[in-house]
Nanobody, 115 residues
Framework: QVRLVESGGGLVQAGGSLSLSCAAS????????MGWYRQAPGKQRELVAT???????NYADSVKGRFTISRDNAKNTVYLQMNSLKPEDTAVYYC?????????WGQGTQVTVSS
């Protein structure tokens, strides 16, 4: 079993920055993908960014150039640095760990960007 614990998030004005982190514990395979997804009210959960254990990253077009995902494999932790935040970035952000066929989710952390 894997547990994901998120921290960070909160309220920020448009143009500001926030940082999220997610620490994984439990039976973690060394090769996996970790990432962040978000869900705004009334919308489906969507991918924000992912990073595999080798370091390759993938971003949603809406956050490219503004968000940076990184990970510390020794700490089983993934980070999301969010800059130039926009009101449309407001959502609950969920941490994800995928080692096929196992897929794990964090409890979510609220990010609110005021205009």
């Amino acid at each position: 079993q894997v547990r994901l614990v998120e921290s960070g998030g909160g309220l920020v004005q448009a143009g500001g920055s926030l940082s999220l982190s997610c620490a994984a514990s439990g039976s973690i395979f060394s090769i996996n993908a970790m990432g962040w997804y978000r869900q705004a009210p009334g919308k489906q959960r969507e991918l924000v960014a992912t990073i595999i254990s080798g370091g390759s990253t993938n971003y949603a077009d809406s956050v490219k150039g503004r968000f940076t995902i990184s990970r510390d494999n020794a700490k089983n932790t993934v980070y999301l640095q969010m800059n130039s935040l926009k009101p449309e970035d407001t959502a609950v952000y969920y941490c994800n760990l995928l080692h096929f066929p196992y897929n794990y989710w964090g409890q979510g952390t609220q990010v609110t960007v005021s205009s």
